[in-house]
């Protein structure tokens, strides 16, 4: 079975400054990797996902995430945040073959403050 | 581009009320999915199908049941609520098994 861990429920930091919001995932198999934000009261949207390929993904709104299969990890970063950005972010997995569903993380508060 | 739509946004139940939950997609995609929403818990998945009239079981399928009966909608059905229930209720669907999820705007739901 498969589990995400995000270790940080809330991260506050400031306006300009990089972030780094965490995530390790726990699978046998290999697996497909994304990351989503929630801005209050919306859905959830894709930020970027890891198939395959380059360990350095980037996505929108400035965001980029390194896959580390030795770690287990995809870390989300962005060099310098905004106001704006201020969001929840859930990481999720899914295995690339057979009826796999996306299992989330519990998801990270992203607080920017200015 | 309407996407993912769900209907309602927002409804208060008493407990032992009954209610449906209608998603919509306009993207032809296959794969559909019913997650709730808890705060600190993250989405889980309900239930899912994988293509027209099929359904199955996700991680707390209890207490709710699905139906797929056009591949554009999937229905979301509380037969006797009850306040455990209360949650953000989330919508979504994939052309195929490993591409990204597309949601919808959710659904508030207090059953008091």
């Known amino acids: 079975a498969q589990s995400v861990t995000q270790l940080d429920s809330q991260v506050p930091v400031f306006e300009e400054a990089p972030v780094e919001l965490r995530c390790n995932y726990s699978?046998?198999?290999?697996?497909?990797l994304f990351w989503y934000v929630q801005y209050p009261n919306q859905g959830l949207q894709l930020l970027l996902k890891?198939?395959?390929?380059?360990?350095l993904v980037k996505g929108i709104n400035g965001f980029e995430a390194e896959f580390n299969k030795s770690q287990t990890s995809f870390h989300l970063r962005k060099p310098s945040v905004h106001i704006s950005d201020t969001a929840e972010y859930f990481c999720?997995?899914?295995?690339?073959?057979?009826?796999?569903?996306?299992?989330f993380g519990k998801g990270t508060m992203l607080l920017v403050s200015p | 581009n309407a996407g993912v739509t769900q209907t309602p946004k927002f409804r208060v139940l008493k407990t032992g009320q009954s209610m449906t939950l209608l998603c919509a997609q306009d993207?032809?995609?296959?794969?559909m999915y019913w997650y709730r929403q808890d705060p600190g818990m993250g989405l889980r998945l309900i239930h899912y199908?994988?293509?027209?009239?099929?359904?199955a079981k996700g991680e707390v399928p209890d207490g709710y049941n699905v139906s797929r009966l056009k591949k554009q909608n999937f229905l979301l059905g509380l037969e006797s609520a009850a306040p455990s229930q209360t949650s953000v209720y989330f919508c979504a669907s994939s052309r195929e098994r490993n591409t990204e999820a597309f949601f919808g705007q959710g659904t508030r739901l207090t059953v008091v």
């Open positions: 699978s046998s198999v290999s697996v497909y």
């Open positions: 199908s994988v293509g027209e009239g099929t359904t």
């Open positions: 999720a997995t899914r295995r690339p073959s057979g009826y796999s569903t996306l299992t």
């Open positions: 890891y198939l395959s390929g380059s360990t």
């Open positions: 993207m032809n995609h296959e794969y």
